[in-house]
């Protein structure tokens, strides 16, 4: 039998892996999967199986799913064709029986975040599905930030929209922990966590935070919506990308992102890694 990490090729699932054979697992347990085989080549030096994976090509589902025990299913990044690919990965676990793990979005079925409604029909298919199957709903990443301080200790300007919204984030390696612990145990089955940093933090913070770790003064400048969004587009962005990126910060704006209760840090057993914490380690300091 075996776990089977989908999407391992991304940051996410590559320390998802890393952490369940830091607890232990039998890396020959461990199917890492992804589009680019290449990208694989690191875990299998580490004894990982690996297993080409395509959200939109069943066939490779059903090859890497053999003998699957557990499978964690992280969200596609092809927004606007999830809800199809994730239904052929439910598909492909319901006939080898395995329990899926899945990586949602915050309050997924009742939220107005831009980036619910693919994850509210998700997990629509996993509640139909027959499965045993464990909801990860993760908050925003602090990594998502990482243009922001680069640009913030180039410039000593954080552009945004966001108001005066917080965001309870935490890393990939925390969000990888609690994966890990909920695939090595049956304590979480049927269960739907709402996982998010301890502390949440807006953009005021997090210029302080870049100004104290840099040693370079950081000033934040709100923008409205429409405003952020014709910036954008003279920075570069097309006007689709430019109204995504705008819309989340608008979704921060409207306290979104905001919520925590401290289910990740319980979960993973010590407190989520602190926005400071975070920014000296990116900044190298």
Not at 11 to 40: C, F, I, K, M
Not at 256 to 272: M, V
């Amino acid at each position: 039998m075996s776990i089977v990490i989908t999407g391992a090729t991304g940051q996410l699932g590559r320390h998802v892996v890393e952490q369940l054979l830091a607890r232990g697992v039998d890396p020959s347990t461990v199917v890492a999967g992804g589009r680019n085989q290449e990208a694989l080549a690191e875990l299998a030096g580490h004894g990982v199986r690996t297993a080409t994976i395509d959200y939109s090509d069943p066939s490779t589902l059903d090859n890497a799913f053999v003998g699957a025990e557990k499978i964690l299913l992280i969200s596609g990044s092809e927004v606007g064709k999830r809800s199809v690919q994730h239904k052929a990965v439910i598909d492909a676990a319901r006939r080898v029986d395995a329990e899926l793990v899945y990586t949602s979005a915050p309050k997924a079925t009742t939220s107005d975040l831009i980036l619910a409604p693919e994850h509210k029909a998700t997990e629509g298919l996993l509640e139909g599905s027959g499965l045993t199957y464990t909801v990860l709903r993760n908050n925003w990443y602090t990594e998502n930030y990482d243009d922001t301080i680069r640009h913030a200790v180039e410039t000593g300007s954080i552009l945004t929209s966001t108001g005066t919204g917080k965001v309870a984030s935490a890393t990939r390696r925390d969000y990888a922990e609690a994966a890990a612990v909920v695939l090595l145990s049956d304590d979480h089955a049927g269960e739907i966590l709402e996982l998010g940093g301890d502390t949440p933090w807006d953009m005021d913070e997090l210029a302080a935070t870049v100004a104290e770790v840099s040693g370079r003064e950081v000033g934040v400048t709100q923008v409205t919506t429409d405003e952020h969004v014709a910036a954008l587009k003279g920075f570069g962005f097309d006007e689709g990308t430019a109204g995504f990126v705008a819309g989340l910060d608008a979704n921060i704006a409207d306290g979104l992102l905001a919520d925590t209760d401290g289910t990740l840090s319980r979960i993973i057993g010590r407190p989520t890694t602190p926005l400071r914490q975070y920014v000296t380690e990116f900044l190298g300091k």
